[in-house]
C-alpha cells in the first residue's frame, strides 16, 4: 500500500467527499443536514491532525492535502451561505481574498527562494477555527431556530472578519521576514 494512504489522510480525503454534500444541502435550505455534514466534514479536521500526530504518520501529500481540504470547505461553504442569502457576500469577499492574498504570497516566495515548504501559522488555525465557528453559528440558527441563535450568528461575523485579516497580515509578516532573511 502506499505510504501516503493512512489513517489522517483518509480523513481529509472525507472532508473533501463530504463538502459538495454540505454545500448541496445549504443551497436546498436542508440546514439540519448542512449543519451535521459540515459539523462531521469539520470534526474530520481535528481527526487527521490529531491521528497523524497520535501515529506518527504525517506525509507530504497530508500536508499539501489537508489545507486544500480545509479550503475547499469553508471556501464553498461561505459561498453557498451567501448565495443562500445567509451570510453577506462582503465576508465571503474577506475569506476569499486573504486566501487569493496568501497564494500570492506563496507564488512570490516561490519565485524569488528556494523555500517549498509554508507551515500553517497559529493564526491560520485560530481563523480556520474561527470561520468554522462562524459557519457552525449560521447553519445552527436555521436549523434549530435557537432563541437568540439570529444575533450570535451575527455577532460571529465581526470575530470571523477580523481573525480572516489578522491571519493573512501575520501571513504576509511572515512572508516578507523570509524574504529579508534569505
Known amino acids: 500500500?502506499?505510504?501516503?494512504?493512512?489513517?489522517?489522510?483518509?480523513?481529509?480525503?472525507l472532508r473533501l467527499a463530504l463538502t459538495?454534500?454540505?454545500?448541496?444541502a445549504i443551497l436546498d435550505g436542508r440546514h439540519a443536514l448542512a449543519f451535521g455534514l459540515f459539523a462531521l466534514?469539520?470534526?474530520?479536521?481535528f481527526l487527521d491532525g490529531a491521528a497523524a500526530r497520535r501515529l506518527g504518520v504525517s506525509t507530504q501529500a497530508g500536508a499539501y492535502l489537508d489545507p486544500i481540504a480545509d479550503k475547499c470547505l469553508l471556501s464553498g461553504v461561505f459561498l453557498a451561505l451567501a448565495a443562500a442569502r445567509m451570510v453577506p457576500w462582503w465576508l465571503v469577499a474577506v475569506?476569499?481574498?486573504?486566501?487569493?492574498?496568501?497564494?500570492?504570497?506563496?507564488?512570490?516566495?516561490?519565485?524569488?527562494?528556494?523555500?517549498?515548504?509554508?507551515?500553517?501559522?497559529i493564526w491560520g488555525k485560530v481563523s480556520t477555527c474561527v470561520q468554522i465557528g462562524t459557519v457552525t453559528a449560521w447553519l445552527v440558527r436555521d436549523a434549530l431556530r435557537i432563541p437568540m441563535g439570529g444575533a450570535f450568528s451575527f455577532v460571529m461575523l465581526w470575530p470571523c472578519a477580523a481573525f480572516t485579516i489578522w491571519s493573512g497580515l501575520d501571513?504576509?509578516?511572515?512572508?516578507?521576514?523570509?524574504?529579508?532573511t534569505d
Open 1 to 13: 500500500m502506499p505510504r501516503w494512504i493512512n489513517l489522517p489522510n483518509l480523513f481529509t480525503f
Open 20 to 24: 459538495p454534500f454540505a454545500i448541496q
Open 41 to 45: 466534514a469539520a470534526f474530520t479536521d
Open 95 to 121: 475569506v476569499f481574498g486573504r486566501d487569493a492574498f496568501i497564494l500570492v504570497g506563496v507564488a512570490v516566495l516561490m519565485l524569488a527562494t528556494p523555500i517549498r515548504k509554508f507551515p500553517p501559522s
Open 171 to 180: 501571513y504576509a509578516w511572515r512572508g516578507i521576514h523570509t524574504l529579508r
